[in-house]
């Protein structure tokens, strides 16, 4: 500063709003309305070569950008009236295409898959599948209903609901060295990449410590293993439209993170701990370290936790291993997802420094 500055009393320390932030916000919405523009105008050409004739004669009734880098497109009949027919997903990104093709496989495996029966029909089809213009997309049918009021009863009956899943693809497990490395180690593995050296020593030591406290409780148990939802909350979750609590479950939609060979605590955890979440607006680590300072359980949250055989038998009231199996997994959608959190030092702290400090 010049002399004259200071003779003046002009400030000596002159803070600056941080821009880069803001800006690097205000280009991914840029960039992300762009790619929303441009999924629209090609709409009409993919639904051309679609071999159904009805397709043909849809129109896009409306388009939204979802927290996974894809865009989501209804598509149906002309007329505000009209109900979409099918459901366009279309990313140009690598972690966005992933979901894709990984939801594709999913909903064509449990379509094939007699144990589920009819509760098939709660699963959107995949159409058609392909890539336009620089973009992978996949077309699904729409399922008929709405999102339910974030409350008790609507919780319950999509529980209810996903069950089956769950009931009917279950089989006898044991916690062998593969399913530890996949369950532990690979999210752990993970979690250390996507962070990189942003974790200090005394977290790798927590983490070597979580490690082996979550080996010691699983090596060798006999466990039941199934399919899973893997993102299970209300809003992926239709009900029928005109019934408030009591409406029936009419689809459930949103197979990106799904997956055999799991334990269904991860969803029923998930319907839970996220509706949590969700009504007392806070992060996934004020959730998790709650819940492992034994933060008592509503009876409705208890209720749901007896009625599903979680595949992990432990002691009743002893839901820290599989609070800590959840935490793990849900990180490791998050950076599979690669939706750029583990980027930013703020959330690191709060979702994952915060639970390493409550071990």
Known sequence: MSAHAAAHGAPTDVRVPRLRPYLGRLWYAWRDARTLARVRRLVPAILAGVSEPGPHAWVVQRAQW??????????GPAGAAQAPEAVLKASYAGAGVQGLRAE???LAALHADARLGDWRALLPRTVAEGAAAGLYYTLQTALPGREAPADAESTARAAEALHPLHARTAMPALASEAFLAQAIDR??????????????VQREEALE??????????????LRTGWIHGDFWLGNVLFAA?????????GIVDWSMAAPDMLALHDVLHLILHQRQMMQGCELGDIVCAALAGAEWTPGERALLEAEDLGLPLQAGDERAPVLLYWLRRLQCIFEQGRGQARNKVWVAWNIDRVLDCL
């Open 66 to 75: 979802s927290a996974t880098g894809v865009a989501v497109v209804f598509v």
């Open 104 to 106: 594709a496989r999913s």
């Open 187 to 200: 999210p752990i593995e993970l979690l250390r990449g996507a962070v990189r050296s942003e974790l200090p």
């Open 209 to 222: 410590r979580l490690a082996a406290e979550l080996r010691e409780t699983l090596a060798g148990r006999a």
């Open 242 to 250: 005109g019934g408030r609590g009591g409406a029936p479950v009419t």
